[in-house]
């Protein structure tokens, strides 16, 4: 199995209408947790949105038939929206792609870009399918590939354990050089590109931490004890 992570950015600067409602009124998209298309061509998705929630909840009502249901959830600094809705054309054909091919979608999806214009998605496959799905897609959007590589799902284990915002602040760290040597920022730079404050950084960062080593060293130990008791392999040098 391989992977790809690539960019996609819409010609038109959006994806549904809906979602330039919002960013003009200041609620932009985070993530998408999942995405479903049912029998009647309308989806349901759920979205992580940072921006006012009332705003963001004026907005939906605004965009008419478009939007079937939605529900709007606090979760901390941001807001958890379930959304069904019609979907528009780009959508529709966007998905339509994928579901052309044997591949699958690993979430979060990730908004990116200028403004949360652009969406980084993952996909996992064989590479065959994959490079199907990665022309089609082009004809339709720009496309920007990231990453390309061979799946090993054990790889990822320990970071499947952090939260959406601490994978978001764990790659902001490592492209702004936070953990290069020496140091190349500190908590307020990367503050300053996640829209929070630099003890909030601080606080996710040593969670992050503590979590990933405590997977390392449960890995480390669950290691140890399927060779324990086993004896030395024989040496294959001459005895002294």
């Known amino acids: 199995m391989r992977y790809v992570t690539y960019v996609i950015t819409p010609p038109r600067g959006y994806f549904d209408r809906g979602a330039e409602r919002l960013r003009e009124l200041g609620v932009t998209f985070d993530a998408v947790r999942n995405v479903e298309q049912l029998d009647d061509g309308t989806i349901m998705t759920q979205k992580v949105l940072r921006g006012d929630r009332a705003v963001a909840e004026r907005a939906l009502e605004e965009t008419g038939p478009t939007v079937v249901d939605y529900?709007?959830?606090?979760?901390?600094?941001?807001?958890?929206?379930?959304?069904?809705?019609?979907?528009?054309?780009?959508?529709?054909?966007?998905?339509?792609?994928?579901?052309?091919?044997?591949?699958?979608?690993?979430?979060?999806?990730?908004y990116t870009g200028p403004a949360n214009r652009s969406l980084r998605v993952s996909e996992i496959g064989r590479e065959d399918a994959l490079r199907r799905l990665i022309e089609e897609t082009r004809a339709i959007v720009d496309v920007e590939i990231e990453r390309l590589g061979s799946y090993d799902p054990s790889a990822e284990r320990p970071f499947t354990e952090l939260t959406d915002r601490q994978r978001e602040v764990l790659r902001v760290a490592v492209e702004e050089g936070y953990y290069e040597e020496p140091r190349q920022v500190t908590y307020g730079d990367i503050?300053?590109?996640?829209?929070?404050?630099?003890?909030?950084?601080?606080?996710?960062?040593?969670?992050?931490?503590?979590?990933?080593?405590?997977?390392?060293i449960s890995g480390d130990a669950e290691r140890a004890a399927e060779t324990d008791g086993h004896p030395d392999p024989p040496a294959t040098g001459p005895s002294r």
Not at 72 to 98: C, K, M, N, V, W
């Open 71 to 110: 529900q709007l959830t606090d979760a901390g600094d941001r807001s958890i929206l379930q959304l069904h809705y019609e979907p528009s054309d780009l959508t529709r054909e966007l998905r339509a792609i994928h579901d052309r091919h044997a591949v699958l979608l690993d979430y979060p999806l990730e």
């Open 191 to 216: 503050a300053a590109r996640l829209d929070c404050s630099a003890g909030t950084v601080g606080q996710h960062l040593r969670r992050i931490e503590a979590r990933l080593m405590s997977s390392l």
